[in-house]
């Protein structure tokens, strides 16, 4: 048994041999949460193994896993792919049939195992252009489809365990792993070469920087495991005992918080947004003394420093802030929750210092797929955190800033390459360093900046350049202002396309007794609504230099998400699309 992973299905075997949890992973289903055990979990993934070495599948070959939310049946998988040598390719659910089909003829994936019904439609449309894929399994039951229950009956048959233990013992750690197709923002998606070396050392190197008390510390798992963000975790989790719970879905997240008690979970920046927003509008709601002493509490947390630097008058006064006030917001998130990792775009500073004050410290770190992900994050413990930055680089793992300003990255951690695309991969990698796209800077105490995304910066007309993901990270605070897009790029000024949070708008008219239709078309041509975004957009304006700031706006009445392909899987605006849907609104601002 290894003492330390070097593969990644090494890890389910220390978490067996060092903590043999009852309650590894956690899935609701029928609305009982059902635990499987570390032992049951590895008996079900070499079960997985001997089964696909029956039906023909060999080393190196593609199975593709989709699933609309995490559960215990992904992880199984993954491990029963990897320790036979076959590579696990995951794929976001959301995106089109098309882009499935240009994945599996890509990759040259063989099977595909997907969640439920929605993604087993999208599956079989995609297969009309991918007729390398043998065959789907479902993990749910869905009539016509084969179940995934069938490879745990098929590997019942223990007598070939040997053959799954030869080929697990010849998997060096420097062989492909996963393949995972990154959904940016613009542009093809590339499929990006991970070892089980590099997820590896980038677990072992993130770990100290997570507060986890060894085989007793409870998480909940909701961002999308296809993403290595949560995949590494997930890796990491098990290394360290702990028990993962799987939420039902975003729109469960509240119930299932209060439901597990968590003391550690991942998030993106967006999502937090919307629960400190939800937080203030129940603020906003009381009356009285009650709402003067919790916008007492929020503005005492706004103000936070770690490490007691605001000095000893207040911390007395936050002291009283966390008993009346912020004990409840911890309360509406468990009473247990210890840490928050964020990841995958900019924290608003505001955010880091008030969770941090309610003692529910958001932990901001960096890093992109082809790192695997982490290069640097914050922590609380030994001096680590710094609001404002995404923390020091982990252990093995060194940047540099380049004379443009660029991030340059070299590690273990550092991907083998995109699959099939050697120019591509040339145009990112300078030796051993790999251009991150990303902008920043490194203070004297060795914490990481972020400035703004190299490709993003644009140049207007007046020659002057704009850092696009500040200005909507800014103007987001905004409880007005849902997502927005900054545009400019070749014009004589910036702007922005907007779309609106509806839900709030309509809170907003009612106290102020203005009458709007439930209609989104409706919102964006009150002229009511567009002077109080523009109230707003004028305040946060005043954070930036005269040829930053935002001189028009343009409402939109869709809702941009995932599933109209408008935001990444990440929440980030899709720019290239986005532009095109509303190329109209674009011409509009700029038709002077």
């Known amino acids: 048994m290894p003492t330390q992973a070097t593969r990644l299905f090494d890890y389910p075997y220390i978490q067996l041999e060092k903590f043999n949890l009852k309650k590894a992973f956690n899935t609701k289903v029928n609305g009982e949460w059902i635990g499987t055990s570390s032992e049951e979990f590895l008996q079900k993934a070499n079960a997985i193994s001997r089964a696909l070495l029956r039906m023909g599948v060999k080393k190196d070959d593609k199975i593709a896993v989709i699933?609309?939310?995490?559960?215990t049946e992904w992880n199984i998988m993954d491990i029963g792919v990897l320790q036979i040598g076959a590579q696990n390719v995951p794929i976001y659910?959301?995106?089109?049939?098309?882009?499935?089909?240009?994945?599996?003829?890509?990759?040259?994936?063989?099977?595909?195992?997907?969640?439920?019904?929605?993604?087993?439609?999208?599956?079989k449309e995609a297969m009309k252009k991918a007729p390398?894929?043998?065959?789907?399994?479902?993990?749910?039951?869905?009539?016509?489809?084969?179940?995934?229950?069938?490879l745990l009956t098929l590997g019942a048959d223990d007598s070939n365990q040997n053959e799954v233990e030869k080929i697990k013992d010849a998997v060096k750690s420097t062989d492909l792993a996963t393949l995972i197709y990154t959904s940016g923002t613009t542009g093809t998606p590339k499929g990006v070469m991970l070892s089980h070396n590099n997820v590896v050392t980038n677990v072992n190197d993130s770990m100290p920087r997570l507060p986890i008390e060894y085989g007793v510390t409870v998480a909940l798992s909701f961002?999308?495991?296809?993403?290595?963000?949560?995949?590494?975790?997930?890796?990491?989790?098990?290394?360290?005992?702990?028990?993962?719970?799987?939420?039902?879905?975003?729109?469960?997240?509240?119930?299932?918080?209060?439901?597990v008690k968590p003391n550690l979970m991942s998030a993106v920046p967006r999502l937090l947004e919307k629960v400190y927003d939800s937080i203030i509008g129940k603020g906003t709601a009381l009356t009285g003394v009650k709402k003067m002493l919790f916008f007492?509490?929020?503005?005492?947390?706004?103000?936070?420093?770690?490490?007691?630097?605001?000095?000893?008058?207040?911390?007395?006064?936050?002291?009283?802030?966390?008993?009346?006030?912020?004990?409840?917001?911890?309360?509406?998130?468990?009473?247990?929750?210890?840490?928050?990792?964020?990841?995958?775009?900019?924290?608003?500073?505001?955010?880091?210092?008030?969770?941090?004050?309610a003692e529910m410290p958001i932990m901001e770190g960096y890093g992109l797929t082809e790192t695997s992900p982490v290069i640097s994050v914050n922590m609380m413990?030994?001096?680590?955190?710094?609001?404002?930055?995404?923390?020091?680089?982990?252990?093995?793992?060194?940047?540099?800033?380049?004379?443009?300003?660029?991030?340059?990255c070299k590690g273990p951690n550092i991907m083998q390459g995109y699959y099939k695309d050697p120019e591509m991969t040339a145009e990112v990698m300078s030796g051993e360093w790999f251009h991150t796209g990303d902008k920043g800077e490194v203070d004297?105490?060795?914490?990481?900046?972020?400035?703004?995304?190299?490709?993003?910066?644009?140049?207007?007309?007046?020659?002057?350049?704009?850092?696009?993901?500040?200005?909507?990270?800014?103007?987001?605070?905004?409880?007005?202002?849902?997502?927005?897009?900054?545009?400019?790029?070749?014009?004589?000024?910036?702007?922005?396309?907007?779309?609106?949070?509806?839900?709030?708008?309509?809170?907003?008219?009612?106290?102020?007794?203005?009458?709007?239709?439930?209609?989104?078309?409706?919102?964006?041509?009150?002229?009511?609504?567009?002077?109080?975004?523009?109230?707003?957009?004028?305040?946060?304006?005043?954070?930036?230099?005269?040829w930053e700031k935002i001189k028009k706006f343009a409402l939109t009445p869709d809702v941009w998400g995932i599933d109209n392909g408008l935001l990444t899987p990440t929440m980030k605006p899709k720019r290239d699309k986005i532009k095109a849907k509303y190329i109209d609104l674009y011409n509009e601002i700029y038709k002077d």
């Open 67 to 71: 699933s609309t939310t995490n559960r």
């Open 93 to 123: 659910p959301t995106i089109t049939a098309d882009d499935y089909a240009y994945i599996f003829n890509h990759a040259e994936t063989t099977y595909c195992f997907v969640s439920d019904l929605e993604v087993y439609n999208k599956t």
């Open 132 to 150: 390398g894929i043998v065959e789907i399994y479902s993990f749910d039951e869905i009539p016509g489809c084969k179940n995934w229950t069938e």
């Open 223 to 259: 961002l999308p495991v296809c993403h290595i963000f949560e995949r590494m975790l997930h890796y990491l989790y098990m290394n360290a005992g702990v028990s993962v719970y799987f939420a039902e879905g975003i729109d469960k997240i509240g119930a299932n918080i209060k439901e």
């Open 296 to 357: 007492w509490a929020v503005d005492l947390g706004l103000k936070y420093e770690p490490y007691g630097a605001n000095g000893w008058w207040y911390e007395k006064r936050l002291g009283l802030a966390r008993k009346l006030i912020f004990s409840k917001w911890k309360e509406a998130l468990g009473g247990n929750m210890d840490t928050i990792v964020s990841g995958s775009a900019a924290l608003q500073p505001r955010l880091a210092r008030v969770f941090a004050a």
């Open 381 to 408: 413990e030994g001096g680590k955190f710094r609001v404002g930055t995404v923390g020091p680089l982990i252990d093995n793992v060194e940047v540099k800033i380049a004379e443009d300003g660029e991030i340059l």
């Open 444 to 546: 004297s105490d060795g914490f990481l900046k972020i400035t703004g995304r190299k490709k993003e910066i644009f140049k207007t007309s007046g020659g002057k350049y704009v850092s696009p993901a500040l200005l909507e990270n800014e103007m987001k605070k905004s409880r007005f202002i849902e997502q927005i897009m900054v545009v400019g790029e070749g014009q004589k000024m910036p702007a922005a396309i907007i779309q609106p949070d509806f839900n709030y708008i309509m809170e907003w008219a009612k106290r102020h007794k203005i009458t709007l239709k439930f209609d989104n078309n409706d919102f964006i041509h009150e002229q009511k609504v567009i002077d109080r975004i523009q109230k707003e957009i004028d305040q946060y304006n005043e954070n930036f230099a005269k």
